[in-house]
């Protein structure tokens, strides 16, 4: 069964630095979809970012970007030019390409802006 | 906004009762999900409906069940309630594009067993 680790339970950063999460993860699958969802105090689950495994280039949306080590599998969440409304639970989660499409959640992680 | 919808927001209800968790996809969106988040066990895929049909079930209690209707709205039934029960329940619905299939959340319900 595939697992999602996210050994950082909280981070903090000062507004406007970068801040990276780190997650890591064990499967099989050769193929399959890594993604970062976040959970603000209002707990709605919002999806960050996604990277396809079979893709190299990592992915970026805006002020956030990924660094994918498929060899290591390793899939951190680097954020720039952090602002305070980033503060939120942010959720590391796999998802296999074919079978079932169940997403696997890390533990997450607590991130808190100071301004 | 999501455009999946979930009703109720909240329920508070006593142990031994049965509750009913509503789930409306999103327009199109075939596939619903269901997710358990507590404190102990995180977030945890619970059961998967495709078009009506359940497509793959995770560790979700013989207590618990779900379906999918016609009109593609899906309902999870909690019943023999329990303390350890308390939770909030997430239902997603997911597309399919050329970047594969993406999982969007709805507000979710959270459940309190007293």
């Known amino acids: 069964a595939q697992t999602v680790t996210q050994s950082q339970p909280e981070m903090s950063v000062q507004e406007a630095e970068t801040v990276t999460l780190s997650c890591t993860y064990d499967?099989?699958?050769?193929?399959?979809?890594l993604f970062w969802y976040k959970q603000p105090p209002s707990r709605q689950m919002i999806l960050v970012i996604r990277q396809e495994a079979y893709k190299q280039q990592n992915a970026t949306e805006n002020r956030f970007s990924v660094n994918f080590q498929k060899a290591a599998k390793s899939f951190s969440l680097k954020i720039s030019d952090s602002q305070l409304g980033d503060a939120a639970m942010y959720f590391c989660a796999y998802r296999n390409s074919l079978g079932a499409q169940k997403l696997v959640f890390g533990q997450g992680t607590r991130l808190t802006i100071n301004p | 906004d999501s455009g999946v919808t979930q009703t109720p927001k909240h329920l508070i209800t006593a142990t031994g009762q049965r509750v009913t968790l509503r789930c409306s996809p999103r327009?199109?969106?075939?596939?619903v999900y269901w997710y358990q988040q507590s404190l102990d066990q995180g977030l945890q895929f619970l059961i998967q409906y495709y078009n009506g049909e359940e497509r793959a079930k995770g560790n979700i209690l013989e207590r618990f069940s779900a379906q999918q209707f016609p009109d593609l709205h899906s309902e999870l039934n909690l019943s023999s309630l329990e303390l350890g029960d308390s939770a909030l329940y997430f239902c997603a619905s997911s597309v399919w594009g050329n970047r594969g299939e993406t999982q969007y959340f709805g507000p979710g319900t959270r459940l309190l067993v007293l």
């Open positions: 499967t099989s699958e050769s193929d399959y979809y």
């Open positions: 327009s199109g969106d075939l596939s």
